[in-house]
């Protein structure tokens, strides 16, 4: 919760000719200050917000439409009369207001306010073993007597504002070349973050260390880190040299003696080097042809105002540009001299543990700080351990104990009996950590514990991580009855053959069985009709058992079949047989056997027989299921000589009684498939017959006159027994 309170800081601001103008003021500052020698310093956690209001008044009350200016390390942040910053990353900053007035009263030095926020610590906490057994009290902490062994190593920070000092380059050799440039940089770091150049003049010099054999060569310019270039010397002097160098060797092994130059708007000589390779030179020590330019400081050629708004901070590069051949040199350092009164000042802070201790949650018994008693859920459990420094900042990191599944336990028991000692009680174990070692409370291990009568036995599980369960299992001792199954088998078609075994699962033989009240020596009561039996049993000590069940009946098979013809002729007598046959429900059909009514048979659900000789024969099929039933189906096949058919060549329906009629004689045929046309010369029908052989009498059935003495034609059709379609046709004669 932020807490906003009045905190007067007052700086007087005086103007040259009405004295003082208007007293400065910091209020409503919502963080709480330290003072320390005489410097106001905000405690601050990452991510905390600093807010404070600028009030400017004088005798007549608050100045009328003042300006504000804040800045962090000298960068402009604010024109607002409140400042409010969120700092989210630890380190120091430099809070700074400044205040003017409509008559251009301004404060002679600023308020500055000194933020710390706190670095971040390392936390390093271990907690060994990691693993537990869940639901059970256990204590963390760095004493030998923890269950768990707790260690934290917190390392805390600091922070120290950058030093700035003159940085120099590296040498830096610079080869013969025409039109070759060569480049060396610097690095500044030390100013605020964002702070730019306000003022050419902050750039105090260009400070370098250099000889070159032959000034006429070189173009030399410096560029900013936002990469705005200023030449700070054009070809010019000819011959004049950079220092004491060695002319003509053209080896980097053999480097002169660099002197001391440097640019500025401020130069000790005041003109620039192209300038002072006319009127400002020194002789060759060693007696050479050649002039020196004097080492001093002189103005660029272009001008440092074009770094203005340029960040300080960063790369500066020199960049030397060889235009001609035959000369070379080397730039020994270079650095660049920054007004002092811009950087920031030199301040640090350190930061220290005050407060440590373990975080609630539900799973924590008791905390005393730093060790606790937890008791773990099954799973992860995270604990936090929070730390609080010397500017009430907390940081906290988890530890995270795992609990391991419950030891699951089903028990299989079986009690005991009539008291025949036969109680049993099996436990099946999962979870928790295998392997498992169970102890019962008679010293027995293992998880199968027999011979039990009746009564409560303990026992206590325990996992291969010391996670230990503690139960106990009831052996009851049943007197309900003894237990046994029965195996019935059915009787099959009254028979007879129905049993019942009698099968003990508890109790101590020897036993005794009775079925209906009558008495059987052995478990396996025979040779049982379908009924309702009541079945007892009784064993060695006196404990008895009874169940009724009904023994059922399971009918005999249906036999039945199909056959391809009933009726054949002896010469084409080939009749197949299926079996249409079914078992009663329960049962299943083992055999199929065939006789055909001569002697022979055959076996199958499917057979076929050619009858060769004239009669009747009953065909007889015999089934047997799997319980011995079996049942019979006879159906007859009438053996018959083949078809004939005969008719007359002519016939005189005269009425006299003597061949009267047309008939057509047949034998051995289906007569009701019978069809006879006959036609006159001419094609057309006169007389039809279907389904009977009634004959022809001479009458047309056309007209219903008598036909005319004539020959005509019939048709004839027919089916024999084997459904086979047969024709006849022929000419007949009707005479007087």
């Not at 139960?471 to 029965?486: A, K, M, P, R």
């Amino acid at each position: 919760m932020n807490k906003y309170f009045i905190l007067i800081f007052t700086l007087l601001s005086f103007n040259s000719l009405f004295g003082q103008c208007f007293i400065a003021e910091i209020a409503n500052v919502n963080q709480d200050q330290v003072v320390e020698e005489n410097i106001t310093f905000f405690n601050l956690c990452p991510g905390e917000t600093l807010s404070m209001q600028a009030i400017a008044s004088d005798d007549n009350g608050p100045v009328v439409s003042p300006s504000f200016s804040w800045f962090i390390d000298e960068t402009d942040y604010s024109n607002l009369q409140t400042f409010t910053r969120t700092f989210d990353s630890p380190g120091g900053y430099i809070v700074s207001l400044m205040i003017e007035d409509n008559d251009g009263c301004e404060m002679e030095e600023s308020l500055d306010f000194y933020v710390r926020v706190s670095t971040i610590p390392t936390i390093d906490l271990s907690v060994n073993p990691s693993v537990v057994c869940p639901g059970v009290i256990t204590s963390i902490g760095a004493d030998t007597s923890s269950d768990l062994d707790f260690s934290g190593e917190i390392t805390t920070g600091a922070w120290e504002s950058l030093n700035c000092e003159d940085e120099f380059s590296e040498a830096t050799y610079l080869p013969d070349g025409s039109g070759a440039s060569y480049s060396t940089d610097i690095y500044l770091g030390c100013f605020g973050d964002g702070q730019i150049l306000t003022d050419a003049n902050d750039i105090i010099s260009v400070d370098i260390n250099m000889e070159h054999s032959y000034s006429g060569d070189l173009d030399i310019y410096l560029t900013s880190p936002n990469g705005v270039q200023v030449t700070l010397f054009q070809q010019a002097g000819g011959s004049t040299w950079f220092g004491e160098a060695t002319d003509g060797d053209l080896t980097e092994t053999n480097p002169g003696v660099g002197y001391d130059y440097g640019w500025s708007m401020n130069p000790d000589y005041n003109g620039t080097m192209v300038d002072g390779v006319t009127n400002n030179t020194i002789p060759d020590p060693a007696g050479g042809f050649s002039n020196i330019l004097t080492p001093t400081s002189y103005f660029p050629i272009g001008d440092f105002n074009d770094f203005l708004g340029c960040p300080i901070n960063g790369t500066w590069t020199i960049t030397v540009t060889d235009n001609i051949f035959s000369d070379n040199g080397w730039i020994f350092s270079w650095g660049i001299q920054i007004n002092q009164s811009i950087i920031p000042s030199s301040w640090s802070f350190e930061n220290s543990i005050t407060e440590e201790y373990f975080i609630d949650n539900p799973t924590i018994t008791s905390n005393s700080g730093n060790s606790i008693s937890i008791e773990p859920n099954v799973g992860p459990n995270t604990y936090y351990y929070e730390v609080v420094d010397n500017f009430g900042c907390t940081f906290s990191e988890p530890i995270v104990v795992t609990g391991t599944s419950y030891i699951n336990i089903s028990e299989d028991i079986s009690n005991e009996y009539c008291g025949a000692d036969d109680g049993e009680v099996t436990l099946n174990l999962s979870g928790g950590t295998p392997q498992y070692s169970v102890i019962w409370a008679n010293g027995t291990q293992g998880p199968t514990l027999t011979d039990l009568t009746e009564g409560t036995y303990s026992y206590t599980v325990e996992d291969e991580l010391g996670c230990e369960q503690t139960d106990n299992v009831v052996i009851q001792n049943s007197e309900l009855g003894l237990l046994f199954d029965l195996i019935v088998t059915s009787d099959r078609c009254d028979q007879g053959i129905g049993s019942i075994e009698i099968v003990p699962s508890n109790g101590s033989s020897p036993y005794t069985f009775s079925a209906n009240g009558v008495p059987s020596n052995t478990n396996l009561i025979e040779n049982l009709y379908q009924d309702e039996y009541n079945i007892e049993i009784s064993d060695d000590f006196g404990c008895d058992g009874s169940e009724t069940i009904e023994l059922e009946n399971i009918l005999g098979p249906n036999a039945n079949f199909s056959q391809s013809h009933d009726t054949v002729t002896f010469v084409d007598g080939l009749v197949e047989f299926i079996s249409l046959s079914s078992p009663a429900s329960g049962a299943s059909l083992e055999n199929h056997q065939w006789t055909f009514g001569n002697g022979l048979g055959d076996e199958g659900v499917q057979t076929e027989f050619d009858f060769v000789q004239i009669g009747n024969f009953p065909v007889a099929l015999t089934i047997t299921d799997d319980g011995g039933c079996s049942d019979t189906y006879l159906s007859p096949v009438v053996v018959v000589e083949d078809y004939w058919a005969w008719a007359p060549s002519a016939f005189t329906p005269n009425g006299d009684g003597i061949n009267d009629f047309f008939i057509i004689k047949f034998d051995n045929i289906i007569e009701s498939t019978l069809q006879v046309f006959i036609y006159d010369r001419w094609g057309k029908l006169v007389f039809q017959s279907s389904g009977n052989n009634i004959g022809w009498d001479g009458t047309r059935q056309d007209n219903g006159i008598k036909a005319d003495i004539s020959s005509y034609k019939y048709y004839a059709s027919f089916n024999t027994y084997r459904n086979k379609l047969q024709e006849k046709t022929g000419v007949i004669l009707l005479l007087n």
